[in-house]
């Protein structure tokens, strides 16, 4: 990083993504100042399964703010908080030279995001990371990114399913315009899925998509990765 653009965390959960980050901030001696975006919310069904067996204490309540900027605490000067839904906050700053994604579990939501941070980008030296890229539950993250492969190039590859891209050109109207996934037919985004599976072989994960090609295949429809169904 060269401290020419923020850092956003699109979809943090209590903050461990934000952390990482920060610290790594810290330890570069980067100035650069960190958004992180979430609801900031967990029901009692997520807490036993992911926050108390990591030695967070039961607490009444969805909300998760308080933990958050608890934890979060020793990088409290270089990170600004954004609760509530990510389509509704946007972003407002200026350039992002970071961009770590972990939201996109909707098509819609994916889409709205590309919408509102891709603009800020930096050509030749933004990254954009793609925390699901390779999970078969997202299958549409790799067929935005295809679509988009004339603003973007894969650089890296981070077991077990994170891949970071490079923003090559300024994002602009035609480029969000092919990424929006939502207004392709399952024909479309199969075809670029299949496109990204052969891309992939460079680094070392095309064989990986292939589970989220016959996903795709499965639930042709379907737009929530939770509602996916997973394939014979």
């Given at each position: 990083?060269?401290?020419?653009?923020?850092?956003?965390?699109?979809?943090?959960?209590?903050?461990?993504?934000?952390?990482?980050?920060?610290?790594?901030?810290?330890?570069?001696?980067?100035?650069?100042?960190?958004?992180?975006y979430d609801r900031f919310g967990c029901d009692e069904a997520l807490k036993a399964r992911l926050l108390y067996p990591a030695g967070i204490a039961p607490f009444e309540g969805t909300d998760t703010l308080p933990l958050v900027r608890k934890l979060l605490a020793p990088w409290q000067d270089r990170i600004t908080l954004h609760p509530g839904q990510i389509q509704d906050t946007g972003w407002s700053g200026g350039p992002i030279e970071l961009l770590f994604m972990d939201a996109s579990k909707k098509v819609p939501l994916m889409d709205r995001m590309a919408q509102q941070f891709f603009p800020a980008l930096i050509p030749g030296k933004s990254l954009v990371i793609q925390q699901d890229y390779l999970h078969w539950r997202t299958p549409w993250v790799p067929v935005q990114m295809e679509a988009m492969a004339d603003w973007f190039t894969p650089v890296a590859f981070a077991p077990k399913d994170t891949v970071v891209f490079l923003n090559t050109r300024q994002i602009d109207e035609a480029a969000l315009e092919a990424g929006q996934v939502a207004r392709m037919t399952p024909n479309a985004r199969l075809s670029a899925l299949r496109r990204a599976r052969k891309a992939g072989d460079s680094l070392g994960y095309g064989k990986r998509l292939a589970q989220s090609v016959q996903a795709m295949k499965a639930n042709p429809d379907c737009e929530v990765a939770f509602k996916m169904q997973s394939p014979a």
């Open positions: 990083m060269e401290d020419i653009g923020d850092v956003v965390d699109l979809g943090c959960f209590v903050g461990g993504s934000t952390a990482r980050l920060a610290a790594g901030l810290a330890a570069g001696k980067r100035r650069a100042h960190l958004h992180a």
